[in-house]
């Protein structure tokens, strides 16, 4: 007998944002599989226009709670790139370990809480507190020094108010900084905790092969500015965005898709480590070698291992930046500088993916036009492909609906989407 099954999500939970799962299978053949984002358009570039680019940064950075350091950095780069403003070495050493603040919070209450308790078999994260107490308070230890580590850096854990154009408003306080190396060696060990949980899981075998886009400089592992790289050998550059991501409208969603050597293609975690592992930390090469994490992989449940080895990178990353501004004068911060007119494209790696923010000001320094591409509209065919991929290999395995049904929430959730900041 044949499978009937009729899968339809609404809303995926354990996300942020609203979007919608549609399955269809008849008579044993996938007849439909659609990945529907349902949130409003924001239309937040517009917003901008008008403003000086003092003020931008500060606007942009509530486009999303999470990744507010990104989008703040993001219109700052595109802003002193197009007003040729170079910021002072100490401003730009603060804000990487700001980025690194950011992506450590982010991406432990992806894997501990919203990511963890699919592969622990249970609906959410409160009964895994009773079962795994030691891995939820890993990741609440790792989240706590990641929103500690932007405190100390932009000010304040969300909505960063020390970051502007130029450089920095405040230099971050040394005593703060020595008090972070303390918490970064104590909260190690919460990384052992999850590397040890997250090794011992049954990754689901999936395979759909795509194209990965990152930051690439050749030289470290990227995190603020730099070419645009694919996997597929598509080497742009930074003001090329729009080359890379070839925005489209999809019927059914109201964010907008992408693609640019293939029909789609995908940023984040994994892409960051299929593009640039080699330039990771010792440490969390090892860590990836142990939880069996290779390049080039295509498997998206393996982007919550990729997030994991990034935090591993972080941390330690952290530590010699920590160590290197302890060394530094840090009162020259901030440059200063004439506005004038010019256009230019910030790229960053939010912890979901490459974010551009691309700004044109007039010779008064205010915004006459802005464009933000975020890395969830850059990954949304990417997760409607996947699906359907998805479900007709569940299909040809002989899995039941429910079955098909945990398989495409999970997949869904590997991405880490920020649905509400895709509409733009």
Known sequence: MKLDCSIDIRHLTRVEGHGNIHIRVENGMLMEARWDVVETPRFFEVMVKGMSAERVPFLTSRICGICSISHA??????????????????AETVRLLAMHGETLQSHALHLFFLAAPDFAGMPSVLPLMQSHPELVKAGLGLKELGNEISAVTAGRCTHPVSLVVGGLSKAPDKIRLQQLLGMIGERKAALDIACDFFGTLDIPRFERETEFISLHNGATYPFIGGDLRSTDEVLRDENDYLLMTNEYLAESSTSKFTRCSRESSAAGALARFNNNSEFLHPEAKKAAESLALR?????????????????????NDAEAII??????????????????????????????????????TDEEGKVVKADCIIP???NNANIHYDLGALARQALEEGKNDREIEKLATMLVRSYDPCISCSVH
Do not use: W
């Open 73 to 90: 950095l993001a219109s700052i780069r595109s802003l002193e790139r197009a007003m040729q403003v170079t910021p002072p070495p100490a």
């Open 295 to 315: 390049p080039v992989s295509h498997n998206p449940f393996t982007c919550n291992i990729a997030q994991l080895v990034e935090c591993v990178h972080i941390l």
């Open 323 to 360: 160590g290197k501004l302890l060394d530094m004068d840090l009162r020259e911060i901030r440059t200063p500088f004439t506005p004038k007119a010019g256009r230019a494209t910030g790229a960053v790696e939010a912890p979901r993916g490459i974010l551009y923010h691309h700004m044109e």
């Open 376 to 378: 969830t509209t850059q």
